[in-house]
């Protein structure tokens, strides 16, 4: 399967230096971290760590989910420059009613030893009809 770029259009530009604000500076006007300058629901922090392009709505975070047996994976692309940025934490949630405070790690096995990915793993025998997953990055600055 393949996560990202799907076009030349969502290929991220390295930007002018390391780690985020050398991103951003790539992309006048943005706005801080936590601003979503293309209004496409990614805040400006997502869309570097992700690779997508912080001022085009056509451009977003993709994940790829993979049923294999009782086994559920879901894959996000990371930035080029996110990818070995150690400001960077990563982690992948779940939740089964997407309500606040229903988030949690549990039940995710992670796997951030890809070098362009993160991926986690999750049991589908639980019992749940259904699981919603998104990706989680804090940065510390």
């Not at 992309?27 to 990614?42: F, H, Q, T, V």
């Not at 949630?93 to 405070?101: H, I, L, N, P, R």
Request: proline share 8%; no cysteine; aromatic share 8%.
């Amino acid at each position: 399967y393949q996560i990202m770029p799907r076009s030349n259009a969502d290929v991220e530009s390295l930007g002018g230096g390391p780690g985020y604000d050398g991103w951003a500076a790539a992309y006048p006007g943005i706005g801080a971290p936590e601003d979503d300058a293309d209004l496409d629901g990614s805040a400006n922090l997502m869309e570097y760590a992700t690779g997508s392009i912080p001022n085009s709505s056509k451009s977003l975070p993709q994940s790829v989910q993979t049923l294999i047996g009782p086994t559920l994976t879901v894959t996000w692309a990371k930035g080029a420059t996110a990818a070995v940025d150690p400001a960077l934490a990563w982690s992948i949630e779940a939740s089964t009613t997407m309500t606040a405070g229903s988030w949690s790690t549990t039940g995710v096995t992670l796997d951030n030893s890809l070098p362009t990915a993160i991926s986690g793993d999750y049991d589908t025998t639980s019992g749940q009809p259904k699981v919603f997953f998104h990706l989680k990055v804090v940065r510390t600055p």
